[in-house]
């Protein structure tokens, strides 16, 4: 390892129970999405984690329709590196207990992404403590709807990102060998919504327009602009929301919900144009198609790249292999900010299996390691162009 490195890592190893305690006291704090009590006093055990520390008072900022945000800042300088992570869960209150298992920790969220959150700080605190002036103010960012897609939160994240050169997503690495993300597939949905005209199925059938068979035949025409080679977008029928009312009337109304994956920004506007054209099949029906973008894709592009190409060599002073990934299909708020032209890397958190699982699990063997590879590229990243 060089100089530097050898001594974040050492610090982090010598606080190793110190940081996974604060994990576990991150995850007592449950705080599943649609829980606003449980999500504002997981803010402020976040916000007390910050005061503790790094010394940093951090700015609650207030959501009538989820919890509170945190915006932490630490340090100072001319140019502005940003960190994102949120905190809210997947998980019921008292759903999923908490225990360690050996090299194994096990609770709602120690992943996805307190474990990331609770990184970040002691990445920071490394710093700190062995005296490294960054040449930056690092701004941390931590929201509390990412799980029901950061509606209410992303506005204030773009804001702040449009003051920073660069954004750190400490999200979970990707699979168990720890990949970094620097590609994610963009996520939406398309509702389709069928009106036929109701007739009786005996008597006099031919006189109905019938809903489910115009909805069969969108279905299959949202299946065939499926493109899955690299770079297309897939365009997925997952759920069948209704459909008629009794089996001897002709159905009148039917409707699905089509998951929609993108991989390039043009995607966006493509996939709307293809529904904002398309037509009813049968005579008398008629289709409507609500599209909703819930996160633009982070492209793999050259920036993003350069990011990643900067963490090459803290992974090599701290003698570490690591990899990147091509496009993945999960998204984040990385996906938001990258597409909003901050250079973006994701995956910079834990190591871990089973998110969104009871049986959701961190690999501590390798906390330490992520944590002093974030602390040494907190330090040494600058702007790409």
């Not at 620097?182 to 398309?190: E, L, N, P, T």
């Not at 008629?286 to 900067?310: C, I, S, T, W």
């Given at each position: 390892m060089k100089e530097l490195e050898k001594k974040i890592f050492d610090y982090l190893k010598a606080h190793e129970e110190d940081i996974i305690a604060d994990i576990i006291t991150l995850a007592k704090a449950e705080s599943p999405t649609k829980d606003k009590a449980a999500c504002d006093n997981c803010a402020r055990v976040l916000?007390?984690?910050?005061?503790?520390?790094?010394?940093?008072?951090?700015?609650?900022?207030p959501s009538e329709h989820s919890g509170d945000n945190i915006v932490s800042v630490y340090g100072e300088g001319d140019k502005t590196l940003l960190i994102v992570g949120h905190y809210d869960t997947v998980h019921p209150v008292g759903s999923v207990p908490i225990r360690r298992e050996g090299n194994v920790l096990y609770g709602p969220g120690v992943t996805d992404m307190k474990g990331g959150d609770v990184s970040a700080i002691w990445a920071l605190k490394a710093l700190k403590e062995l005296g490294v002036k960054l040449d930056k103010r690092v701004m941390l960012i931590n929201n509390s709807d990412e799980e029901t897609g950061s509606d209410y939160s992303r506005p204030l994240m773009l804001e702040k990102a449009k003051e920073c050169f660069a954004c750190i997503v400490c999200e979970p690495a990707f699979g168990v060998d720890g990949k970094i993300k620097?590609?994610?597939?963009?996520?939406?949905?398309?509702?389709?919504?069928?009106?036929?005209?109701?007739?009786h199925a005996g008597n006099n059938p031919a006189d109905g327009v019938n809903a489910n068979v115009e909805l069969a035949h969108?279905?299959?025409?949202?299946?065939?602009?499926?493109?899955?080679?690299?770079?297309?977008?897939?365009?997925?029928?997952?759920?069948?929301?209704?459909?008629?009312?009794?089996?001897?009337?002709?159905?009148?109304?039917?409707?699905?919900?089509?998951?929609?994956?993108?991989?390039?920004?043009?995607?966006?506007?493509?996939?709307?144009?293809?529904?904002?054209?398309?037509?009813?099949?049968?005579?008398?029906?008629?289709?409507?198609?609500?599209?909703?973008?819930?996160?633009?894709?982070?492209?793999?592009?050259?920036?993003?790249?350069?990011?990643?190409?900067?963490?090459?060599?803290?992974?090599?002073?701290?003698?570490?292999?690591?990899?990147?990934?091509?496009?993945?299909?999960?998204?984040s708020d990385g996906n938001d900010i990258s597409f909003a032209g901050t250079p973006t890397i994701d995956g910079m958190g834990v190591?871990?299996?089973?998110?969104?699982?009871?049986?959701?699990?961190?690999?501590?063997?390798?906390?330490v390691e992520r944590c002093a590879l974030l602390a040494s590229y907190i330090n040494r990243v600058q702007p790409v162009k």
């Open positions: 916000a007390g984690l910050y005061k503790d520390r790094l010394g940093v008072e951090s700015q609650l900022v620097v590609a994610r597939k963009g996520g939406g949905s398309i509702t389709i919504k069928c009106w036929g005209k109701a007739a969108q279905i299959i025409f949202a299946q065939s602009q499926c493109d899955y080679g690299p770079g297309g977008s897939t365009f997925t029928p997952n759920k069948i929301v209704c459909g008629g009312t009794v089996s001897n009337v002709i159905s009148d109304y039917a409707e699905a919900v089509v998951d929609w994956r993108m991989c390039v920004p043009e995607a966006v506007d493509a996939g709307k144009k293809i529904f904002a054209e398309r037509k009813a099949v049968l005579p008398g029906a008629r289709v409507e198609f609500d599209v909703h973008v819930g996160h633009p894709p982070m492209a793999d592009n050259e920036v993003n790249r350069k990011l990643y190409a900067q963490l090459e060599p803290c992974a090599a002073d701290l003698d570490l292999h690591i990899e990147k990934t091509g496009m993945i299909g999960g998204c190591v871990g299996n089973f998110m969104h699982n009871p049986n959701e699990q961190m690999f501590l063997e390798h906390l």
